[in-house]
């Protein structure tokens, strides 16, 4: 059984910085891809950055660009991401997800088959 387990969430103030981190267990095939979406009380679910496995493709939303950065363990399959700079409205659920089929809409939560339980992150003003 496929499993993903975030960490790393918690509250800080803003202009500060956290890890967050999802490891994946329960397959051996690396995935095409992993992803990181975020959910607001009252929001839908919005992406936030991708990778592929081969680290060949990155992608982010325009809201995090130049603050976040995501990276993949090639050693163990785990994705992590830097998030520098936060700001009040960064505050969310962080969900990873990892996808073992191609996709050319790593942003869609329909691209992912499988997903974390999701961290808090909460940024104060």
């Known amino acids: 059984q496929v499993q993903l387990v975030e960490s790393g969430g918690g509250l800080v103030q803003a202009g500060g910085s956290l890890r967050l981190s999802c490891a994946v267990s329960?397959?051996?095939?690396?995935?095409?891809?992993m992803g990181w979406f975020r959910q607001a009380p009252g929001k839908e679910r919005e992406f936030v950055a991708a990778?592929?496995?081969?680290?060949?493709?990155?992608y982010y939303a325009d809201s995090v660009k130049g603050r976040f950065t995501i990276s993949r363990d090639n050693t163990e399959i785990t994705v992590h991401l830097r998030m520098n700079s936060l700001k009040p409205e960064d505050t969310a659920v962080y969900y990873c997800?990892?996808?073992?089929?191609?996709?050319?809409?790593?942003?869609?939560?329909?691209?992912?088959?499988?997903w974390g339980q999701g961290t808090q992150v909460t940024v104060s003003s």
């Open positions: 329960g397959r051996t095939f690396r995935p095409y891809a």
């Open positions: 990778i592929s496995w081969s680290a060949s493709s990155i």
């Open positions: 997800a990892a996808s073992w089929r191609q996709s050319n809409s790593r942003s869609s939560t329909s691209a992912y088959d499988y």
